[in-house]
C-alpha cells in the first residue's frame, strides 16, 4: 500500500487523508472551499488544498490509484434542504467526482455521505449515482456503517460506497461480527480547562426535568415516547381538519397546552394557546405526531396526580425546552449520570455508551457531560472521529465543532481501505497506476 497515490476531494479536516496516509499512501491532490479549512490543512499535512473544484483544471490533477470524496451531505441530510443533485450550490459537486473518475481512471475509490443519500427522492438520487459510476466501469458495492461498530464511541451512520475498476471479487465491508462494548468516557478529559460550562438557563432546564423524573415512583416506568409536555391536559382534536385549516375557528370546547381553555378566544389567541407544531400547514396531523400526541395525553390522564404540581414550572420555557427524550430505560433515573444533547425536538438523555452524532449543522447541539455540567471540547470531540493525534484543529470553537460534525471517522475509512486495497499481496508492493493511463 506505500506506493498508492491518492486524492482527497472536498477534504475538510483530512479524514480521508489521515487513515490513508496511516497506511503509506501519498496524497497528491486535495480540494477544500473554506479557506480556513484548508489553511489547516497545509499546517497538518503540508499540502495545500485547491479551492474550489468547479473553477480547476481537472486534466491538470495528478495520476492517482485512490479517488476519495465526502462530498457536501447538506442537499441529502434529512436537518438540510434536500434538494439533493439538484441543489444549486452542491448537488452538482457530484458531476466534478465523476468527470474526474472518467479523466482518470482510478482503481479505486471511496466515497462517504449521509446515510439518507440512499433513500433520497425515495431512491431515484442513489440509484441515478450507482448508474453512473458502474457507467465508468466500476465494480460498485455500499454500506451503512459507524464509528460505534469498531469501537469508537459515536453512533454515526454514514452511507459509504467502494469502487474498483478490476472488480471487488474476494471484498467484504469491514462489520465484526459482535459490536464491541464502548464508553464515551474512553474519550473524555477531566474536568478540562477549555470545557464550555452550561448556562443557569440550561441548568434550570435539567434539573426542572429531574424533578418531573423524581415524582415517579421507581415502579413507574418513564416514557420511551418523546414527552411533550405541552401535551399535559391538552384536548383539541387530532383527526380531521388540523386547527390551522379550520382557520383556528370552531375550538371553542377544546383545550390547548397545558389544559389551556380556549373557549371565547379570538383565532389568533387560539393559535398562540396551541402547541407550535399543531400549527401545521398540512390538512390532518401525520399518524406518528397522532401517535405521540395520544400517549402523552394517556400518560398525563394515569400520573395527573404527579404532574400537576410540577406542571407550572415549565410553561415558561421554550418550546424546545418542554420536551423531553429519555434513551435511558434500565439505567439511573438521574440526568447528571448521563449524556445529554438540546435538540430542536427536545431535550435527550442517553446513556453514556456512545455519544450523539455531531452535527455539522448547528453547534447548538454538542454531547454535553451531564456529570460535569459542560460541553465536549473540540478535542474530545475529535476522538470522537477517530482524530486525536490532528497536531491542529480550528481557532474556534464554532468552527470545530461544525468541522468535526462534517468529517468522515478516520479509523472507519482506515477499516474501509484496508479491506478494499489489502485483498491480494500484489496491492502490497505494486503501484496501481496502470488503471489511470
Not at 435539567?206 to 399535559?232: C, G, H, N, Y
Request: with cysteine; hydrophobic share 40%.
Amino acid at each position: 500500500m506505500q506506493d498508492l497515490r491518492f486524492i482527497d476531494l472536498f477534504a475538510g479536516l483530512g479524514g480521508f487523508h489521515q487513515a490513508l496516509a496511516s497506511r503509506g499512501a501519498e496524497c497528491v491532490f486535495a480540494s477544500e472551499l473554506n479557506v480556513n479549512l484548508a489553511d489547516l490543512y497545509e499546517k497538518n499535512f503540508g499540502v495545500r488544498p485547491e479551492g474550489d473544484i468547479k473553477k480547476v483544471d481537472l486534466n491538470s490533477i495528478a495520476d492517482h490509484d485512490v479517488l476519495c470524496a465526502g462530498f457536501p451531505c447538506q442537499p441529502f441530510s434529512k436537518a438540510g434542504d434536500q434538494k439533493g443533485l439538484e441543489c444549486p450550490q452542491w448537488g452538482n459537486l457530484f458531476d466534478y467526482v465523476v468527470e474526474i473518475l472518467r479523466l482518470k481512471r482510478p482503481r479505486f475509490f471511496i466515497i462517504e455521505n449521509v446515510p439518507n443519500l440512499i433513500r433520497h427522492k425515495g431512491g431515484t438520487t442513489w440509484s441515478l449515482i450507482c448508474d453512473r459510476l458502474k457507467e465508468l466501469g466500476y465494480d460498485i458495492s455500499f454500506e451503512r456503517l459507524s464509528p460505534h461498530m469498531f469501537g469508537i464511541p459515536q453512533k454515526r451512520e454514514r452511507a459509504f460506497i467502494v469502487g474498483d475498476l478490476d472488480g471487488l471479487g474476494g471484498f467484504k465491508w469491514p462489520k465484526p461480527d459482535q459490536l464491541p462494548d464502548v464508553c464515551i468516557t474512553s474519550v473524555l478529559d477531566s474536568q478540562p480547562n477549555d470545557a464550555l460550562a452550561l448556562s443557569e438557563n440550561h441548568l434550570l432546564y435539567l434539573r426542572t426535568w429531574q424533578e418531573f423524573i423524581d415524582a415517579f415512583p421507581k415502579d413507574v416506568e418513564l416514557p420511551s415516547f418523546p414527552i411533550w409536555a405541552m401535551e399535559f391536559g391538552a384536548t383539541y382534536p387530532l383527526y380531521g381538519d388540523t386547527p390551522h385549516k379550520r382557520g383556528y375557528s370552531g375550538l371553542n370546547r377544546y383545550k390547548g397546552a397545558f389544559g389551556q381553555e380556549l373557549k371565547g378566544l379570538t383565532p389568533e389567541q387560539v393559535k398562540a394557546a396551541l402547541p407550535p407544531y399543531a400549527h401545521t400547514s398540512l390538512g390532518e396531523f401525520p399518524d406518528w405526531k397522532i401517535d405521540f400526541i395520544q400517549k402523552n395525553r394517556q400518560f398525563y390522564k394515569e400520573h395527573k396526580d404527579l404532574i400537576d404540581p410540577w406542571m407550572g414550572k415549565i410553561k415558561g420555557f421554550a418550546p424546545s425546552f418542554q420536551k423531553l427524550e429519555w434513551n435511558c430505560k434500565g439505567s439511573e433515573r438521574d440526568i447528571w449520570k448521563h449524556i445529554v444533547q438540546f435538540r430542536a425536538s427536545g431535550i435527550r438523555v442517553k446513556k453514556r455508551d456512545t455519544a450523539p452524532s455531531l452535527i455539522a449543522m448547528t453547534t447548538s447541539q454538542v454531547p454535553i457531560i451531564a456529570w460535569e455540567k459542560r460541553y465536549m471540547t473540540p478535542r474530545e470531540c475529535s476522538r470522537l472521529q477517530s482524530m486525536g493525534k490532528l497536531p491542529n484543529l480550528p481557532d474556534t470553537k464554532g468552527g470545530a465543532y461544525k468541522a468535526f460534525g462534517n468529517a468522515v471517522n478516520v479509523d472507519v475509512v482506515t477499516a474501509i481501505f484496508d479491506a478494499l486495497v489489502g485483498r491480494d499481496d500484489e496491492m502490497e508492493t505494486e503501484p496501481l497506476l496502470d488503471a489511470a493511463e
